[in-house]
């Protein structure tokens, strides 16, 4: 019986002794473990998200294989060094605690993921599970700690292959395509700008009357300015893919599959495969992020900047404790100064213009010598309408009060629940202030490029891909309608020796014809031609006239987000096309009917002529151009 109770009290007492984690490494090499498996972990309910709820998006840098788990190894080894040290330092700290605090932060990483699940539920299953979990794995703590001493070396190293993969593969397929045949002689280069968001009419270049874009219109005296250019669709991802491709969005359907098939070749395919250097910077890694499928045919296309905060914010617990910091954040700075200029929120990761601008000169001071095709996409006059810091507002007042700063960040939201009328001139007053700023970033492009001796010798593009509305029409933001603003948008283009200087083309024009355009003053009119005719019929050149006098499409399929306010009828509901030629534009809505407008005379489209009997005869002529361009596709 001795024996017994002896036995007994012996497992008493070693249960009640620390267990895993007596040293500090053991803690560290503890807390490692938990911190790759949880990533581990975390990219499979990653892959499985995006499958099931996110039609195969994961919505993040293609780096994220190996970004999650690193992210995750960095946390739980800050905590694990905080353990060793107060360990180190003699604490005692039972085993049992650390793997229940491991435990469940694993679990609420985990639970993150899935969608719908509130926090507080999260926190609740992590703590239940920590509780019973840690209880077993304490009871076998021996055979644990073997465990994770054993597999950590191989899944550090297995970290390290999916990090280095994806940089050696793009390195070995830049060097295969540079060994493709050379670009033809003197092939100018290509850069095509695109400014995300911006609406012509709220451009100095066009006439506004507010100076907002002073480098753009001194720019466009080099070349030609399109007054009367018209994207083929009303927001980012159908209009860019029209732009790529040459074809309008009822052949592409990219707005109900969601991204870019290879059934179409795009003009980065093209001009990489006539020996060009291809490269894209983007700014708005949402739509032209790589997942979008606009990245095909460039030999580098840099989307989601990698830098140590995107990488802590890879992993769900990373972007909780980010997002949370940051809240405390700007609380504690409200609290000091109340009328302070606010940050866009980590909800809204935007990628500066300096940011994209940048990329491309580095990019620029190491590419091999030979002709490059680059394209650019500002994101900056995007919602939330906040300058970079310190804002100017050359424009409007700075935000008075705490909510009108709130507004601003969250526009997009919160315009979308419920118009927020009182608020719109602040609104496009800060809209044109980000404006400012992003000529102030073309400016300084264009000086980068001629300090490097390139502006001369380089066709230069540079447009938007839509506009936004203000309520014109009963709605705000983009991917609305197909009203002027959101479809009119500026385009420049200038070659110094082959595109004459000070010349205005006031016809209706569209983006689609970009590709062609891009490819004869390349040299390549006559191969792989897009669909569409060039615009350098406007200024003398070959482009032909196919369909030049057929009108300008512009389509809206689906909506950009189903979110936004679908009341007005101003608003589209469902599908909608539209076609501007000459003076007029006809409408027609899947259930809103048709309307024709005067843009000469009524340029903001208020009156509508369909019924007026004078004008019949024109209401057939352009519902006839409608089914024409419909069916030359």
């Known amino acids: 019986m001795r024996r017994s109770k002896s036995l007994a009290g012996g497992e008493a007492s070693a249960r009640q002794q620390p267990v895993h984690g007596q040293t500090p490494v053991l803690v560290l090499v503890s807390c490692l473990w938990f911190g790759l498996m949880t990533g581990v972990g975390e990219l499979v309910l990653v892959g499985l998200r995006a499958f099931l709820f996110e039609k195969g998006f994961v919505l993040r840098s293609r780096q994220f294989v190996w970004m999650i788990p690193l992210s995750d190894l960095l946390l739980f080894g800050a905590m694990g060094a905080g353990w060793g040290l107060a360990v180190h330092a003699g604490a005692r700290i039972s085993g049992r605690l650390v793997l229940a605090v491991n435990l469940a932060f694993a679990m609420l990483a985990l639970t993150l993921v899935i969608p719908g699940v509130h926090l507080v539920t999260c926190v609740l299953v992590a703590a239940g599970i920590s509780y019973r979990g840690s209880r077993w794995l304490a009871d076998r703590s021996a055979g644990f700690e073997r465990v994770t001493a054993r597999t950590l070396p191989s899944l550090v190293f297995s970290l390290v292959i999916l990090a280095l993969a994806p940089t050696t593969i793009e390195i070995a397929s830049r060097r295969w395509r540079s060994a493709s045949k050379p670009a033809p002689p003197f092939s100018p280069n290509v850069l095509l700008v695109v400014l995300d968001t911006v609406r012509a009419d709220h451009l100095s270049l066009h006439g506004y009357a507010r100076n907002t874009t002073p480098n753009l219109k001194r720019f466009a005296e080099r070349g030609v300015v399109f007054h009367r ?165 050359p424009f409007g007042e700075t935000p008075r009060t705490r909510r009108e700063s709130m507004i601003l960040r969250d526009w997009g939201m919160l315009a979308r629940a419920a118009p927020a009328l009182e608020f719109l001139e602040l609104a496009r007053d800060s809209y044109d202030d980000c404006l400012a700023a992003l000529d102030a970033e073309l400016g300084q492009l264009f000086r980068e490029l001629d300090l490097r001796g390139l502006l001369n010798r380089t066709l230069v593009i540079i447009t938007a891909d839509h506009g936004e509305q203000f309520y014109e029409h009963g709605g705000i933001g983009h991917g609305l309608s197909l009203y002027r603003s959101e479809v009119h948008v500026p385009l420049v283009i200038s070659l110094p020796g082959r595109v004459p200087g000070s010349t205005h083309v006031h016809e209706p024009v569209s983006l689609r014809d970009v590709a062609q355009t891009v490819m004869e003053m390349a040299g390549s009119g006559g191969e792989a031609r897009f669909p569409g005719c060039s615009l350098s019929r406007f200024w003398g050149g070959e482009g032909g006239t196919m369909n030049a006098d057929g009108g300008v499409l512009s389509e809206l399929h689906a909506q950009v987000e189903h979110g936004h306010e679908r009341r007005s009828p101003g608003v589209a509901h469902g599908s909608a096309r539209a076609i501007a030629a000459g003076r007029y534009v006809y409408h027609l809505r899947e259930h809103d009917g048709e309307a024709l407008y005067d843009l000469e005379a009524d340029p903001d489209e208020t009156r509508d002529l369909s019924r007026l009997p004078e004008h019949r005869a024109r209401l057939e002529e352009y519902r006839r151009k409608l089914a024409a361009r419909l069916g030359d596709s």
């Open 229 to 393: 250019a018209r994207a083929a669709a009303p927001w980012t991802l159908p209009s860019h893919a029209s732009l790529f491709t040459g074809r309008w969005p009822h052949e592409l359907g990219v707005e109900e599959r969601g991204w870019l098939d290879r059934a179409r070749p795009t003009l980065a395919e093209h001009l990489r495969d006539r020996g060009y250097a291809t490269a894209g910077f983007v700014g708005n890694t949402f739509f032209c992020g790589r997942e979008s499928g606009l990245a095909r045919g460039f030999e580098a296309y840099h989307d989601f900047p990698v830098t140590l905060g995107t990488i802590v914010r890879s992993s769900s617990l990373g972007w909780l404790i980010s997002r949370k910091i940051e809240r405390m954040r700007e609380e504690l700075l409200w609290a000091l100064a109340p009328a302070r200029p606010v940050r866009v929120s980590l909800d809204f990761d935007r990628k500066p213009a300096a940011t994209v601008r940048r990329e491309f000169t580095d990019w620029l001071d190491t590419h091999e010598p030979r002709p490059f095709f680059a394209f650019l996409n500002f994101f900056d006059a995007h919602d939330p309408y906040l300058p970079p810091a310190p804002p100017a507002h």
